[in-house]
């Protein structure tokens, strides 16, 4: 990251995100269609040889580059595990991370799926076993490089930039502490009630194909 690098997806036109893909060797047929994603920014692409692929653009400044690297590596562990799960592809250069005019991307193979039907008792079994050999494969080590989820990082690192950035109306200071601090209080006694616990790497997207 530098001083030109974006702090929005407000330059990530069309034209940017096919140059992206032309500067890591991959030519598009100029279908490009925008995919859900709320964080950062996923299109399907199609491809002049081969099948469309999915390139993700990482939200500029959201994470560092090894905490990105650090999620593929752990995707690749489960692919290991012969779990399915779509890694990043490695390109020509034997890199998953790519950088183009200040964004950071990644590609990945297409692959399709339906919504599950949570009303089956046999696909919430399914489901159930699929993200218990990913939590069994995450809790083989700890990540280094991307943020846990805790009080500190969810809850009070978040209220006090809100409030040392003027986010807050005057007029709703009073009421934004009163009920901030009822609710972290509400969490720490979940916290103190559930005493030591044990942390294992997860995945922030867990979309089921079946």
Known sequence: MNDSTPLSFSTLTPDCVLDALESVGLYSDGRLLALNSY?????????EDGPPLVAKFYRPARWTDAAILEEHAFVHELVESEIPVVPATALADGKTLHAFAGY????????????????DPATL??????????????????????P???????????????LANNFIPPDLLD???????????????CYDRAGD?????????????I
């Open 175 to 189: 009421a934004y502490r009163s009920v901030v601090t009822q609710a972290l209080d509400g969490v720490q006694r």
């Open 197 to 209: 616990v044990s942390t294992l790497r997860l995945h922030g997207d867990c979309h089921c194909v």
């Open 125 to 146: 079994e399914w489901l159930g076993r699929f993200i218990g050999r990913i939590h069994a494969v995450g809790a083989l080590k700890n990540f280094e490089h991307r």
């Open 148 to 162: 846990a989820l805790n009080i500190q990082t969810f809850g009070s690192e978040p209220r006090d930039y809100l």
């Open 104 to 119: 950071r991307f990644a590609v990945f193979a297409r692959h399709g799926g339906r919504a599950p039907e949570l009303d």
């Open 39 to 47: 964080e950062n920014r996923v299109y399907q692409v199609g491809m």
